[in-house]
């Protein structure tokens, strides 16, 4: 499943900014846009587990962390994936949210109660 929130930060900008398409990706991977981002276009890779990005097409402060364990390719790339958890103690965090009490809304699962947690953001260049 995905657990989605919001960077509740002010002191943390909103990018404007989507992400970029990985080589190949718009050729090999269909994005089906969905009726509210009838444009919508390859922003990102494929997501895999601990994949960090931001929600409904947009670019925040609305995100979500992919917890499936296989690649995400029903979503397309579509996503800008800003994140990624690496470490296994934090994944192990990740798979103890889903044991915490929630209730059903609109076709969604919600916690009972907000979860408040820190985030360490780390710079890391990337080859291209």
Not at 12 to 28: F, H, I, M, S
Not at 84 to 89: F, G, L, S, V, Y
Not at 110 to 118: A, G, T, V
Request: glycine residues 10%; negative net charge; proline residues 8%.
């Amino acid at each position: 499943g995905i657990l989605q929130g919001a960077i509740a930060s002010h002191t943390v900008p909103v990018p404007t900014v989507k992400g970029n398409c990985p080589p190949g990706a718009a050729e090999t991977v269909p994005n089906d846009c969905p009726a509210w981002d009838a444009h919508c276009a390859c922003h990102g890779p494929v997501m895999n587990r601990g994949f960090v990005a931001w929600a409904a097409g947009k670019t925040g402060p609305d995100f979500f962390v992919n917890d499936y364990r296989r690649p995400a390719e029903w979503w397309g790339t579509q996503h800008t994936v800003w994140g990624i958890i690496t470490d296994d103690a934090s994944l192990t965090v990740l798979e103890k949210v889903w044991d915490l009490p929630a209730q059903k809304r609109g076709g969604m699962t919600y916690l009972q109660e907000n979860l408040k947690f820190s985030l360490h953001l780390e710079t890391i260049e990337v080859e291209r």
